[in-house]
């Protein structure tokens, strides 16, 4: 059972053009979305991070949305530069426990020069 | 501060064989976590450990054992090898438990093949 579903798996976009991933989870109890990217042959790095009590969080050119009633969430990134190609994952996990994060399938992102 | 570390960054084995994969981290962290990537399925959690003594199964615990004897390093067992366990193990360690203070922060990773 994967409790959080992530789409596109791959997605190709141009510089200076908008990325947008999403994701859809299933506990209801999970109140801690956190993004992560990651570089091939890196450790995954946490990108930006989110709480249901907000309906969005932006830092610099990544933005988190969220729709609690919808139970799903996703990450906008601006002004998509080429340095930005990675693979994305989002995460949940109960904010009483955000060392046991359930991921996504990933992302792979590529931002065309 | 290194961070947290992992060795070996790569690792062939035979079925049936046994190995450590071993994590430490110097930032005095409690909450430390074992993942493992597969293609096309994330990064599951395979077990963490709350603090020096404490650990618990996440996802897929089944053909890992670990161990938290200090704050420091965070061990991963495997006792007997299968080609089912070829993958990416990620360690992961963090302060505090509340998200708002929380950042996980992974190791570089340890690439396994078993054969």
């Known amino acids: 059972q994967q409790q959080v579903k992530q789409s596109p798996q791959s997605l190709i976009v141009q510089k200076g053009g908008i990325s947008i991933i999403n994701c859809a989870y299933e506990?209801?109890?999970?109140?801690?979305f956190p993004w992560y990217q990651q570089f091939p042959g890196k450790g995954p790095a946490l990108l930006i991070a989110?709480?249901?009590?907000?309906s969005e969080k932006k830092e610099g050119r990544f933005t988190i949305s969220f729709n609690k009633s919808a139970k799903q969430f996703s990450l906008h990134i601006m002004d998509s530069q080429p340095g930005d190609s990675a693979t994305y994952f989002c995460?949940?996990?109960?904010?009483?426990?955000?060392?046991?994060?359930?991921f996504g399938s990933g992302t792979r992102l590529l931002v065309r020069p | 501060n290194a961070g947290v570390t992992q060795t070996p960054k790569f690792q062939v084995l035979k079925t049936g064989q046994s190995m450590t994969l071993q994590c430490a981290q110097d930032?005095?962290?409690?909450?430390m976590s074992w993942y493992r990537q597969d293609p096309g399925m994330g990064l599951r959690l395979i077990h963490y450990?709350?603090?020096?003594?404490?650990?618990d199964q996440g996802e897929v615990p089944n053909g890992y054992n670990v161990s938290r004897s200090t704050t420091e390093d965070f061990p991963l067992r495997l006792l007997s090898a299968a080609p089912s366990q070829t993958s990416v193990y990620f360690c992961?360690?963090?302060?505090?438990?509340?998200?708002?203070?929380?950042?996980?922060?992974f190791g570089p990773g340890t690439r396994l093949l078993v054969l």
């Open positions: 992961a360690s963090s302060y505090a438990r509340t998200g708002d203070q929380e950042t996980q922060y």
């Open positions: 506990n209801t109890a999970f109140d801690y």
């Open positions: 989110i709480r249901p009590d907000v």
């Open positions: 995460a949940a996990s109960r904010m009483d426990s955000s060392y046991k994060l359930i």
């Open positions: 930032m005095n962290h409690e909450y």
């Open positions: 450990s709350v603090g020096a003594g404490i650990t």
